[in-house]
């Protein structure tokens, strides 16, 4: 009993050392503060303001006209009412309008050939073309989307007139125009915005960026000076580390904290990035995915023996955590083997819960399997993280 209740102080005063020490180092190294703190909050003011127009409005195009009649005049000023696109200019030949495309005046050019507005008198299927840069999906799905629904109105618009014509009445003319009538609604994501799609999955990214950058970069300057032997002289058996190990979680987890209180509070809400959970369910469902990724941080111990190691480690596999996210490429679309290796990454479960929580509205309860997923990987790690320190410890 006395056995334990000396391991019970030592274990304390070693959890609040530990936890009172990297706080000291956070506040003392500035290039530690400025990458974790600053960083985070500046580099998500950052990109939250840059995508905050949501969707790109109002691209330039260039029409090539060579039927020039009511019905051809009709169609473009169509493309032009719809925010996607203005028409910058008309051409009098494709090599024109090419030209402009090239130099980058137009994002993209559409041709009504001669002869438009006769085959639609006629009932015949006229073909408009329409040429936009595909290696920028952004640009192509706006003008693609543009061209298609004002082409799809001008001809139920002139199916209405011929119908009307036979003597029936406008609702008759209507429903055979468009006998099918789809009603979409956009869940979540209503206006379709590329900064309500992007941003969630980029804040989850930064926060494990910047953790193991602190992380690894405070481990790499002990280890540089020896520095954690000498702090923690009696701790280097597995029970003596695991107190240095949540010591120091706990340091992180209390400085993530207020960090994704200041994304949730101010910086989603200032640029209308929906949040729609509360933000204390937000940060609850956090808790163990912050934890599981300093102690995957500490794990990396292991290969860290000087602070700059951290920054190369981090800068390498940033790029891979992204992509085994899900947010560039489906991780069903994946390999098996990938899409199972991919659930090691505490922000593949993180992205999918942050996601839930705060875009679709989600209460914890429902994502109860992602958030006992990331407590299971934070067993996971703590054991490893702890097994690491004990290792360097012992060297």
């Known amino acids: 009993m006395k056995q334990f209740r000396s391991y019970i102080y030592q274990s304390s005063a070693d959890f609040t050392r530990a936890m009172l020490w990297e706080a000291k180092y956070i506040f003392r190294d500035k290039a530690v503060f400025f990458s974790f703190v600053i960083v985070a909050i500046a580099v998500s003011f950052i990109y939250t303001y840059l995508y905050s127009e949501e969707t790109l409005q109002e691209l330039p195009i260039g029409v090539v006209d060579e039927d020039n009649t009511a019905q051809s005049r009709q169609l473009l000023r169509m493309i032009d009412a719809t925010s996607q696109t203005a028409i910058y200019s008309s051409y009098l030949n494709l090599t024109e309008a090419e030209k402009a495309f090239q130099q980058e005046k137009i994002r993209g050019i559409v041709a009504i050939p001669n002869g438009f507005a006769r085959d639609l008198q006629r009932g015949e299927q006229p073909t408009i073309s329409v040429y936009a840069d595909a290696s920028y999906m952004l640009y192509y799905k706006q003008i693609l989307t543009a061209v298609k629904v004002s082409a799809t109105y001008l001809n139920a618009g002139v199916e209405v007139k011929r119908t009307s014509a036979q003597g029936k009445l406008p609702t008759q003319a209507r429903d055979e125009a468009m006998p099918v009538s789809a009603q979409v609604v956009s869940l979540y994501n209503p206006s379709l915005g590329y900064a309500t799609f992007l941003i969630p999955i980029v804040l989850v990214i930064i926060f494990q960026t910047t953790i193991l ?21 009696n701790s280097d ?29 101010i910086i989603m809400p200032l640029f209308g990035i929906p949040v729609r959970s509360t933000i204390l369910s937000t940060m609850v469902f956090m808790i163990p995915f912050i934890l599981s990724i300093v102690f995957m941080g500490l794990c990396l111990l292991n290969f860290l023996h000087r602070r700059e190691d951290a920054i190369m480690l981090i800068m390498y596999t940033s790029l891979p955590a992204v992509m085994l996210t899900g947010f560039s490429w489906p991780t069903v679309a994946m390999p098996e083997w990938l899409s199972v290796f991919s659930y090691i990454v505490p922000t593949t479960l993180g992205s999918k819960g942050f996601i839930s929580i705060t875009q679709m509205g989600a209460h914890i309860t429902t994502i109860m ?20 320190l004990r290792r360097v410890l012992n060297k």
Do not use: D, Q
Request: charged letters at 10%; proline letters at 4%.
């Open 369 to 388: 399997p992602y958030w006992l997923g990331m407590w299971a990987l934070c067993l996971v790690y703590l054991v490893l993280a702890t097994l690491t």
């Open 213 to 233: 950058t602190a992380v690894g970069m405070l481990g790499g300057t002990m280890r540089e000076g020896n520095k954690l032997k000498k702090i923690y002289p």
């Open 237 to 265: 058996s597995f029970w003596g580390a695991l107190p240095i190990v949540m010591g120091k979680a706990t340091t992180y987890l209390a400085f993530s904290m207020v960090i994704l209180l200041i994304i949730l509070g």
